[in-house]
């Protein structure tokens, strides 16, 4: 199995940043990508920001400029740099990796626990 464990999600106020972190434990045998979602109160899932296994980036337009993703592949970290937040930005953050675990043949996906973004003045 796989274990996400998210953190550095908190209270900042308007244009202030934060960094999230998301560990990747587990029985990992390929990534096929990692990414960060987020879930307004009231509103859907939203992709964020997503790496490749090969590096390739994608960001929403509402970050774009503002959110930067990397990853430790050494230690299979994901960030989220997250600069000029403001209040729409306010949200749960989730990790997620998609890929192959343990013996399965697919890749699947799986999901953090989520770390809370409030944005606040």
């Known amino acids: 199995q796989v274990q996400l464990v998210e953190s550095g999600g908190g209270l900042v106020q308007p244009g202030g940043s934060l960094r999230l972190s998301c560990a990747a434990s587990?029985?990992?045998?390929?990534?096929?990508?990692m990414s960060w979602y987020r879930q307004a109160p009231g509103k859907q899932r939203e992709l964020v920001a997503k790496i490749t296994g090969g590096g390739y980036t994608v960001l929403a337009d509402s970050v774009k400029g503002r959110f930067t993703i990397s990853r430790d592949n050494a230690n299979n970290t994901l960030y989220l740099q997250m600069n000029s937040l403001s209040p729409e930005d306010t949200a749960v953050y989730y990790c997620?990796?998609?890929?192959?675990?343990?013996?399965?043949?697919?890749?699947?996906?799986?999901w953090g626990q989520g770390t809370q973004v409030t944005v606040s003045s």
């Open positions: 587990g029985d990992i045998f390929s990534v096929n990508a």
């Open positions: 997620n990796l998609v890929g192959v675990v343990g013996r399965r043949k697919d890749p699947d996906a799986y």
